[in-house]
């Protein structure tokens, strides 16, 4: 959900799939980004744009995609897209302001505290 406008829309990354037609595996499109998965493997954290307001600067997330089958039914998940702290430029979100940052730069990409959505695929048993 987008905060910074008053309707507080969601925030659409549109992504296309291709699946193979004979090999258990799909290549996922998202915005210049292309990788393919096999089934019951996720995606590395990756990146994406987010344009959250037209007279501010796109804030840049990071996110992961499952496949979990191709066939008979294609089913996959993306986890939910997560701030990447060490934009320049973006909000602060941590305490000391520079804390995130370089966090971030000592060790990687890394969730932060209270994602619910996370969970959701567990107790709806789409993860196994």
Known sequence: MN????????LIIPFTVDRDP???????????HQFILREARMEPLDTADLQVHPTLKSITGICRFYLKQVRPQFEALCDSDQHRPFESGTAAFSTPEKYARELSRELGYFYTQGIAEDTKALTSRFAD
């Open 3 to 10: 905060t910074l406008r008053k309707e507080n829309p969601e």
């Open 22 to 32: 004979s090999e258990p595996v799909a290549r996922f499109s998202i915005q210049d």
